[in-house]
């Protein structure tokens, strides 16, 4: 079955400390893979995606993401967090062939502490 | 441009009562869709609008309407609310109906139904 994991539901970090935050997926077809940032009280904003090409994307704020096609993984990084970061972050997946899916995974709330 | 706009951002309704979500886009893109979000479950396709005059069920389509009013507005409808619907409900548009595609979204409805 297609799906997405983020196994982490909250990620406490302190500020200028740096960040991963995980996913993975499960597919039988290529995958594209996207990082969306929630603030509070607001919608979601793409923060990066991968499409093909390099795996290692770069994308706004400071964020990049890998994707590791062997362990079906996309993790989000960022060398040092601001307070500005506190925000959910959502990892979704779609796929290049068959019926159009795109999956969202449960969210990951990251918190950056003073 | 605005983007993607939503009203009302908050409604509170009793079960049985019905209402309709209003979304509007700015950006001219073809395919618009609708979201809720729940707490530790992500985001869940209800309905999208692949293009003007066209409507599909997504993943949890029961107890909703939906219309494509013209290619910039996409309003839902709950004919008779039950608290099961109580949830934030995400407008998003993209470009065209395609796996690749950045959805852009408003800013939600927080819905209670009592």
């Known amino acids: 079955a297609q799906s997405v994991t983020q196994l982490d539901s909250q990620v406490p970090v302190f500020e200028e400390a740096p960040v991963e935050l995980r996913c993975n997926y499960s597919?039988?077809?290529?995958?594209?893979l996207f990082w969306y940032v929630q603030y509070p009280n607001q919608g979601l904003q793409l923060l990066l995606k991968?499409?093909?090409?390099?795996?290692l994307v770069k994308g706004i704020n400071g964020f990049e993401a890998e994707f590791n096609k062997s362990q079906t993984s996309f993790h989000l990084r960022k060398p040092s967090v601001h307070i500005s970061d506190t925000a959910e972050y959502f990892c979704a997946v779609s796929f290049t062939s068959g019926t159009y899916k795109y999956i969202f995974g449960t969210g990951t709330r990251l918190k950056v502490l003073a | 441009n605005a983007g993607v706009t939503q009203t009302p951002k908050f409604q509170v309704l009793k079960t049985g009562q019905s209402m309709t979500l209003q979304c509007a886009q700015d950006?001219?893109?073809?395919?618009m869709y609708w979201y809720r979000q729940d707490p530790g479950m992500g985001l869940r396709l209800i309905y999208y609008s692949a293009s003007e005059g066209t409507t599909d069920k997504g993943e949890v389509p029961n107890g909703y309407n939906v219309s494509r009013l013209n290619k910039r507005e996409f309003s839902l409808r709950l004919e008779s609310a039950a608290p099961s619907q109580t949830s934030v409900y995400f407008c998003?548009?993209?470009?065209?109906?395609?796996?690749?595609?950045?959805?852009?979204f408003g800013p939600g409805t927080r819905l209670l139904v009592l």
């Open positions: 998003a548009s993209s470009e065209i109906h395609r796996a690749k595609e950045t959805q852009y």
């Open positions: 950006m001219n893109h073809n395919s």
């Open positions: 991968y499409l093909s090409g390099s795996t």
């Open positions: 597919s039988s077809v290529s995958v594209y």
